[in-house]
């Protein structure tokens, strides 16, 4: 039997501490060599693309994800659906049986902030208090949860290019987290004032400059999930240490590709990925003052730690529909 899990199934299941401790697993597992791949493939659509990313990793069983994920910037504007909305198909690593289908939604939120909030454990200052999210949509909203969880966070500021969601924003996250949250109009001058920021916008020109942040920042970059997206200055890239979360994939799509293009960093350039950090095989931040962009275009490793926790919970709580999917 296959299980049909919805997006609230998923969301009453994954906690976010278990979520983040089961991303950084993935990780360390990848760096042993014990992951299945990752793999990714992007379609592009006239309004949008969708993309299918894939990957295996043992959690006592082997389990096998495959995701599609549909991403349209537009939707709430034009049809009042999701930016993004796709499903996760998870299957034993070992014979093939399709275990579950869930909404991929919070899903990707929770997970791509897992990621976030590892690369933060590493790479931010232990004191980190202020952060800058640039982005108050879902995923803005996920990015500050997960840092919360991980850093000494007091106050939040939020930009959006839309000033009403960066002040819906403001008044939703402060009342969650007990945070104090203030919109902004302008993101420099939050920034400037920041010890982390996090960019999550579907931005097509880079729009954080070198001298935009401080010394001592750690930079979430997480919009640039596709070769057309841009958040951070090549400057600024040559001008930090640079953590990817995959380095193929984020040399193809991710900040990293437009520093590559713009020829100020090389792929040899890239300190870490997050696996060689969570693995121990080499160091994260190095000093108090230096600033360090990870680059996270997102990994199926993410997508099937994340899936395989659900299904595992579900199952045992008798969550989700049984279906027979090949009768």
Not at 89 to 110: K, Y
Not at 175 to 189: F, G, S
Request: charged share 25%.
């Amino acid at each position: 039997m296959t299980l049909v899990l919805t997006r609230r199934d998923v969301e009453t299941l994954l906690g976010w501490d278990e979520c983040i401790e089961a991303v950084e697993a993935a990780f360390r597992l990848h760096a042993e060599g014990r992951s299945l791949g990752p793999g990714v493939l992007a379609v592009r659509a006239p309004a949008g693309g969708f993309h299918i990313k894939a990957a295996g990793l043992p959690r006592g069983r082997l389990y096998f994800a495959a995701k599609t994920n549909a991403n349209f910037s537009e939707n709430p504007r034009r049809h009042g659906l999701p930016t993004i909305q796709g499903v996760i198909v998870l299957c034993d690593g070992d014979n093939g049986l399709p275990l579950a289908v869930m909404d991929s939604i919070e899903v990707t939120l929770r997970r791509t902030a897992a990621a976030t909030a590892v690369a933060a454990r590493f790479l931010a200052r232990p004191d980190a208090a202020v952060a800058a999210i640039c982005g108050c949509g879902q995923q803005g909203r996920a990015q500050l949860r997960a840092l919360a969880r991980v850093l000494p966070l007091r106050r939040a500021y939020a930009y959006d290019a839309d000033e009403a969601a960066a002040r819906a924003y403001a008044r939703e996250m402060a009342a969650e987290l007990d945070l104090e949250v203030r919109p902004v109009r302008d993101h420099v001058e939050a920034v400037r004032d920041s010890d982390v920021c996090v960019t999550c916008t579907p931005s097509r020109r880079a729009f954080l400059l070198r001298e935009h942040v401080k010394p001592g920042t750690f930079v979430a970059a997480v919009g640039a999930d596709s070769a057309d997206k841009q958040e951070i200055d090549p400057g600024l890239m040559a001008a930090s240490g640079v953590v990817v979360d995959v380095l193929e994939q984020c040399a193809a799509i991710g900040d990293l590709h437009h520093a590559l293009e713009a020829g100020v960093l090389t792929r040899d350039s890239v300190r870490a990925e997050l696996a060689d950090l969570v693995s121990g095989r080499k160091p994260g931040r190095r000093s108090p003052d230096e600033i360090i962009v990870f680059d996270s275009t997102g990994t199926a490793l993410q997508d099937v730690a994340a899936a395989a926790l659900v299904y595992e919970k579900a199952a045992a709580a008798g969550v989700g529909l049984s279906v027979a999917l090949g009768e």
